[in-house]
């Protein structure tokens, strides 16, 4: 059974930095791209970042380009994301989840329960 | 303003069929990409309900279908269920941008 489990969410102040994780297993977690997806507090979906499997190639969003660094420790089954000069509009539930493509797009086919990140002061 | 156009809210009363549009650019859905649907239960992680446009992961029920055509996509829900209630998005990638997008969201409310 595949399971995502984040964690290192919390309260920071803006400027600050936060380290979230995502534990993976029952899966190949070196073989599979994997992506982090935020969600501001009532507000919709917002992809943020992915990288791949083998080559370890990272992609991000427009909005957290230069702040955040997403990174994988294959032998550790572990996703991160490093988030440096946090603002009040990070603010959000970050989800990590498995990306797959199966077609001309991927898609994310499992996700994890979430971890809250909060910056204010 | 999301990359991807969904209305905001629809409803059904239990038993009728439900569609959610997704309406696209010629730099994602037009350009022929495919797009992919998720549910998500308030207070819960999204869940994948269809993927490549029209195809359901193992578990999801057949009443739940989707559909592409040109620059916009469609999610059909028959037989509504009170269960079904739940805020769905539709995600795809833009060339433009270099990244997946999402669309803004829509609630689906079981009346």
């Known amino acids: 059974e595949v399971q995502l489990l984040e964690s290192g969410g919390g309260l920071v102040q803006p400027g600050g930095s936060l380290r979230l994780s995502c534990a993976a297993s029952g899966f190949s977690f070196s073989n599979y791209a994997m992506t982090w997806v935020r969600q501001a507090p009532g507000k919709g979906l917002e992809w943020v970042s992915a990288?791949?499997?083998?080559?370890?190639?990272?992609y991000y969003a427009d909005s957290v380009k230069g702040r955040f660094t997403i990174s994988r420790d294959n032998s550790k089954n572990t996703l991160y994301l490093q988030m440096n000069s946090l603002r009040a509009e990070d603010t959000a539930v970050y989800y990590c989840?498995?990306?797959?493509?199966?077609?001309?797009?991927?898609?994310?086919?499992?996700w994890g329960q979430g971890t809250l990140v909060t910056v204010s002061s | 303003q999301s990359v991807l156009t969904q209305p905001p809210s629809v409803s059904g009363a239990p038993g009728q069929r439900v569609t959610i549009s997704c309406t696209g650019s010629s730099s994602n859905i037009g350009a022929g990409l495919d797009v992919h649907w998720y549910q998500q239960v308030p207070g819960t992680a999204p869940k994948l309900l269809i993927y490549?446009?029209?195809n359901r992961p193992s578990g999801v029920p057949d009443r739940f279908s989707g559909s592409k055509s040109g620059a916009s996509a469609s999610l059909a829900i028959t037989g509504l269920q009170a269960e079904d209630e739940a805020d769905y998005y539709c995600?795809?990638?833009?060339?433009?941008?270099?990244?997946?997008?999402f669309g803004g969201g829509t609630k689906l409310t079981v009346l």
């Open positions: 989840a498995q990306r797959i493509k199966s077609g001309s797009s991927s898609h994310f086919d499992y």
């Open positions: 995600q795809s990638y833009d060339s433009s941008l270099t990244g997946s997008v």
């Open positions: 490549d446009s029209s």
């Open positions: 990288i791949k499997g083998g080559s370890g190639n990272t």
